[in-house]
């Protein structure tokens, strides 16, 4: 089997302007970009998860997008799975493709080895807590997790019923949190050969504007038709797809829960939010290296200074 000798993310909040810095410096590297985001790996959802568009796609060969269809249940473990084949698959090139977003759920495995929850899906618990969530609401199971796992309930929507029961059945059959499967080295793991993780980040005043500007440009483009359109193809607006920042949001808005204005602003609010927990993820990882962008930089210049950066050995870490 090959070896990788290099791992290489280009991570950081939403609205930094990582795509277009990871189309250059994979172009100045004559390689591809992989995409790291959660929402992006459905199809048909384009214009929300601001996947690359077909000029970007055309710009660079493009993986971990439009991996499967909005009702699947996609996993860490699949996304790792896809991801370690394409860089295989360009290491025996002697190649690097530059791993790109800023899921850090997904960039975490790629980059470290982590201790994994030894418990496999329980079908009988999992049908009686979707039975109780039908009867009771999500809300009360988000409520019993954070019981016996504060630290997983934090991170997990008390919408999103499909990991807070992952999160009770690691507890249920283990009797221990997931949160508290860890390796040795804590939950971040244990660097892989070649790993490099460069954060890429703004003055996060300049962060809000940008947040901003793409919810008004998204709309502009079409985002309320995207779900529309996937409603009307039968997608259940409980997918796990479909409970992602501004999906859920214009489900609500469709079924009567608030009007657009108040929605609008939801969604760039929580986006904004979303963005100071993507840093706070990034900033407690050791591999963390803090790239910081100045507000007049070109995406030029950016991309060159990543290829310097993945060009110098690592100290320090």
Known sequence: MTDIPHRWALAGPTAVGKTAVGIAVAQRLGSACISVDAVAVYKSLNIGSAKPTAEEQRAIPWYGIDLVDPTSDFTVQDFTAHAEGVLTDYAARDLTPLMVGGTGLYIRPML????????????????????????????????????????????????????????????????????AWRTPEGVHGIPKPGARLIVMERDMAELDVRINARVQQMLTDGFLAEVEGLLAAGIPPDAKAMLSLGYRHLVEYLSGERGYDATVDAIAQDTRRFARRQRTWFRGDPLTEWLTIDAGETVADTAERVVRLLSEPLSGK
Do not use: C, F, N, Y
């Not at 009360?140 to 019923?161: C, E, G, K, Y």
């Not at 990991?163 to 009797?175: D, N």
């Open 112 to 179: 470290a080895t982590l201790s994994i929850p030894p418990v496999g899906p329980q079908p009988e618990l999992r049908a009686a807590w979707t039975a109780e969530a039908a009867l009771h609401g999500t809300e009360l199971l988000h409520t019993r997790l954070q019981l016996i796992d504060p630290d997983s309930a934090s991170r997990i929507p008390p919408a999103d019923l499909k990991r807070i029961m992952r999160a009770l059945e690691v507890h249920a059959v283990t009797g221990t949190p997931m949160s």
